[in-house]
């Protein structure tokens, strides 16, 4: 069974930073892109940004130059490091592994809020 621990939401002022953590149990993890996806109140989950097993990343417009993925194969963690929050980064933030090598699986962690507001 997959299971996830998301960790690093919060509140925080226009301007300020936050680094959300997805840490992944099982042995998905380097099998696997993982990504951060979002969905405000009223709007549809939006993918925020890609890290691939290759360590290839992809950014919504949006948040690129300001948002950055990594992962620790390691620790089985994916981080999202989030600077210069805008209040329209505001959003319950989750999760994603899309597993990519053998039988294919899509995972989903619970989700952590994020809200910029002065």
Request: with cysteine; net charge positive.
């Amino acid at each position: 069974q997959v299971q996830f621990v998301e960790s690093g939401g919060g509140l925080v002022q226009p301007g300020g930073s936050l680094r959300l953590s997805c840490a992944v149990s099982g042995s998905i993890f380097r099998l696997s892109a993982m990504s951060w996806y979002r969905q405000a109140p009223g709007k549809q989950r939006e993918l925020v940004a890609t890290i691939t097993s290759e360590t290839i990343t992809n950014y919504e417009n949006s948040v690129k130059g300001r948002f950055t993925i990594y992962r620790d194969n390691a620790k089985n963690t994916v981080y999202l490091q989030m600077n210069s929050l805008k209040p329209e980064d505001t959003a319950v933030y989750y999760c994603n592994a899309r597993k990519t090598r053998g039988t294919p699986g899509d995972y989903w962690g619970q989700g952590t809020q994020v809200t910029v507001s002065s």
